[in-house]
Structures are given as structure tokens and as C-alpha cells.
């Protein structure tokens, strides 16, 4: 079951004095990347940063996350050195109706990269990331989540774009059953949490810079090929409706899922989704299955997707 709103999850054994696997501040801090031994939400850190204006690196991770917010303003603690929970601030010269691609396209990349280092990743809408859970099988159980945050800085508005991805989590360490890590997806080790790291902060930079200079129905192309919510059954939780239930048919030019239900198609831009199996059980759920390193929704316009709560 997934925890109530307001629960904080237990892991269920203590946490580590030391990483497992020690980040390395030198290396990171050639890429702008900070390295902090332990903070309350790396989003919080790098959006206060922002407002103040202060120069710094445009991006910190934390050894040690103690609570991260998620949407609905649900908090938990991640196992020190076993998740990479980290920030990236970013300035999209982009127009305001864009912006709630940013999401999307963050998911897009967290996926990309780690189907470099061999594993079979796909997107959950609007940005959660899946693995499967057996050698082959079809991309279930969540190992990464993301939020975002719009800041308005003294240069302008940014974005804050906090992810949190199971590393070396244990199963007895996971928030909940369903969800995964890179060490529990196959038998050979991932690889250090320094270089996926490095490999998630430059591909999410570099892929912004692109979004910036291309036609909008690119990343919308690109979206649809690697997400697996579409042609899925789904329920999707609204927050003041009752739930839609249907089939996942497309993504419009917003962002918005399209569900084809009793009522006709129906564009959805925030709802927790639920992928159903053809036996009407519960494939995967969004809610509380993966490290989490944000804090609260883009100040995005009404209608645009709303990321989904990681923690």
C-alpha cells in the first residue's frame, strides 16, 4: 500500500555513518556541481540561493537528504550515500507556455542516461521513471522521480529541477514495494554515484540549451516514443473530481495526457496516474517510490502537467 498523505516512510534500518559510495566533491565541483554532507532538500538550498541572488554553483547534491518535499508537501528521508539527491537550477529562454514541457523533458533525460549505462528505462507520465523489475520485462516499478520549483531571481525567472534516483537502495530499504533501484535492476554493480551524477547534470544541461533552440513538437516526438503510459489502461487520480478511468491514446501540444474514457478523450494535466493491468490490478503507481531531492510545483499556468510527488 502506498503511505497516507502525511506519512513519512521507514526504511526500516539505520542510517549509514558514511556513504556507500562517497561522491567526489573535487570532481563534481569542476562540473558546478556542489557537493553538501547533508541538507533538509537540495531544492530549498538552490531556490534560496536563487532569490538571494547569490553566485555559486548551479547545481548541489546532498549526501545525505533529511527531508525532501514532494507534491502534496509529503516528506520522507533517504538512506545516506545510497540515493544521489541533487538540484539543478536552470534559466529557460523560453516562451511561458513552454515551461511545462521542462518537467517532461527532464524525465526524457534521467531515462536517456540510463539507458546508456544498460538499463531499460522508460518514462511513466508526465515524468516519472521506470525500470522493469525482471530481466526484460516491461518498465514497472519507479527508480526516479522529479519536481520542479519556478523561482523569481533577481536575473529573472528559473528553474529549480530537483531529481532523486534510487542507486544502492536494498529492497528492505525501499519507501515501498514497488518501487526499485539501479542496484536491485540487474546483477552487476551501477556504476559510481559520481559518474552518473556528472553524466545526468551535463546530458539535462545540454538537452535544455537544445529545447531552447528547436521547434516545439520536437521534445513532444521525443516524449511520446519513450513514455509507457500510452496505450495502458489507466486511472488517474484527480485532485477534486473523482477518478478518470480509460485508455492512455496521446500527448497533446500542452504536455497534457489524453485519455480516451466513458465520456470521450479527456486532456489531463495534474492527477497521480495509475497503470492498470489488463486484469484490472494495479501495474505501478506514482506516489512515494523514489528518492527525492525537490521541492514544490513549477508556478506553472492552470492546466499545465504538474509533476508527479516523488517522496
Known amino acids: ?172 530499504e525501499l519507501p515501498v514495494p514497488t518501487a526499485t533501484s539501479l542496484a536491485l535492476a540487474r546483477s552487476s554493480a551501477p556504476p559510481s554515484r559520481t559518474a552518473l551524477l556528472a553524466a545526468l547534470v551535463e546530458a539535462l544541461r545540454a538537452r535544455h540549451a537544445r529545447w531552447a533552440a528547436e521547434a516545439p513538437d520536437v521534445l513532444r516526438r521525443e516524449y511520446v516514443e519513450g513514455c509507457v503510459t500510452l496505450g495502458r489502461d489507466v486511472r488517474v487520480e484527480l485532485p477534486s473530481a473523482p477518478p478518470l478511468r480509460g485508455r492512455a491514446v496521446g500527448i497533446d501540444a500542452e504536455g497534457r495526457l489524453e485519455v480516451r474514457g466513458p465520456d470521450g478523450v479527456v486532456a489531463v494535466g495534474v492527477g497521480d496516474v495509475v497503470h492498470v493491468r489488463p486484469d484490472g490490478q494495479v501495474a505501478e503507481k506514482a506516489d512515494g517510490e523514489a528518492a527525492e531531492g525537490t521541492a514544490g510545483p513549477p508556478g506553472a499556468r492552470p492546466g499545465a502537467p504538474e509533476p508527479p510527488e516523488v517522496g
Open 1 to 172: 500500500m502506498d503511505p497516507e498523505p502525511d506519512a513519512r516512510p521507514s526504511f526500516g534500518v539505520p542510517t549509514p555513518p558514511t556513504p556507500l559510495d562517497p561522491l567526489d566533491a573535487e570532481v563534481l565541483g569542476g562540473l558546478d556541481i556542489e557537493v553538501l554532507a547533508t541538507a533538509t532538500s537540495t531544492n530549498a538550498v538552490l531556490a534560496a540561493r536563487a532569490r538571494a541572488g547569490e553566485s555559486g554553483a548551479s547545481a548541489v547534491v546532498a549526501e545525505h537528504q533529511t527531508r525532501g518535499r514532494g507534491r502534496l508537501d509529503r516528506s520522507w528521508e533517504a538512506p545516506a550515500g545510497r540515493a544521489l539527491t541533487f538540484s539543478v537550477l536552470l534559466r529557460p529562454e523560453v516562451a511561458p507556455s513552454r515551461w511545462p514541457w521542462l518537467p517532461l523533458l527532464t524525465g526524457c533525460v534521467v531515462a536517456d542516461v540510463l539507458r546508456t549505462h544498460g538499463y531499460g528505462a522508460a518514462v511513466k507520465w508526465p515524468n516519472d521513471v521506470l525500470l522493469p523489475t525482471v530481466a526484460g520485462g516491461r518498465p514497472e516499478a519507479k527508480v526516479a522521480g522529479i519536481l520542479l520549483e519556478r523561482v523569481e531571481t533577481p536575473a529573472g525567472p528559473a528553474a529549480v529541477v530537483g531529481i532523486g534516483l534510487n542507486v544502492h537502495l536494498s529492497a528492505e
